[in-house]
């Protein structure tokens, strides 16, 4: 017989406090409590022990996406909805997602400094998680660049284009014909490439967003169009990693919110 008199007793969990934060009544609470029924026990503390979890967790995405909301009670909306969504637990995943691998991408920088290709690897990753978990059939290359393309705002994406430029080193420059400027897919196929040179060659030392005001110059295998083939190209970057950081996650949370 499941004792949940003793589980309630272990942690301090009293019935007075299961009604008021599961919104039932007290003589419910007792009732289940006192009975013999052991399904309704059971059921009763996953439903106790689902609250306390969420709250912990609650706590935890409050945290993270606090950066992202004008004001506390938008911040509360998007994350209790999501959390409390019965049909699907697809929501939930989804934030708890983004609040992991975003969270893991900043803490690279504490076990391999300035190694932005792995910062950059787990921020592709939870793209393509995303992507998965809303049931898309892209490719994952097209993942990337439909993602930055549909979901950043266009202040963003300007943004990125004003601080991501072919550079003049580039092989590909001709005086008069070069084109400094790349668009979105562009920018997102960069990423794309980053994202695999650790994938499949375990490289990831070869890109740097920049640190400063003065741009890094990135050279970049990539093909920057369908049918093209991939070759070097010679990037200067003055993104910074908080930045693209930043903007991302703000894209990820349009997704969220237009998949729900």
Not at 100 to 106: A, M, P, Q, W
Not at 250 to 257: A, N, Q, T
């Amino acid at each position: 017989m499941f004792d949940i008199k003793a589980k309630m007793k272990k942690n301090g969990i009293t019935q007075e406090y299961v009604a008021e934060t599961l919104g039932r009544s007290k003589s419910d609470i007792r009732q289940i409590v006192n009975s013999n029924n052991n399904h309704l026990k059971l059921s009763l503390w996953k439903d106790i022990m689902r609250f306390e979890f969420d709250k912990e967790l609650f706590e935890k995405l409050d945290k993270f996406y606090s950066d992202f909301f004008f004001n506390k009670t938008e911040l509360e909306i998007f994350i209790s909805e999501k959390l409390s969504y019965k049909k699907s637990n697809i929501p939930r995943r989804m934030i708890n997602n983004v609040e992991r691998l975003i969270t893991l991408s900043d803490d690279i920088e504490k076990i391999r400094k300035e190694k932005d290709c792995l910062k950059l690897f787990f921020t592709v990753v939870c793209i393509e998680t995303l992507y998965k978990l809303a049931k898309s059939n892209l490719s994952k290359v097209k993942m990337v660049i439909d993602f930055y393309e549909s979901y950043i705002s266009k202040d963003d994406q300007n943004y990125i284009l004003s601080k991501f430029k072919r550079s003049y080193g580039d092989a590909c420059y001709q005086p008069g014909e070069f084109d400094e400027n790349i668009d979105m897919e562009i920018f997102a196929r960069i990423i794309y490439e980053i994202r695999s040179y650790f994938v499949h060659e375990g490289d990831y030392y070869n890109f740097s967003f920049a640190s400063g005001e003065l741009p890094m110059m990135n050279h970049i295998f990539v093909k920057e169009r369908d049918g093209e083939r991939k070759e070097e190209r010679v990037y200067d970057v003055k993104l910074k990693y908080t930045e693209f950081r930043n903007i991302t996650v703000r894209g990820l949370i349009s997704f969220i919110d237009q998949y729900f």
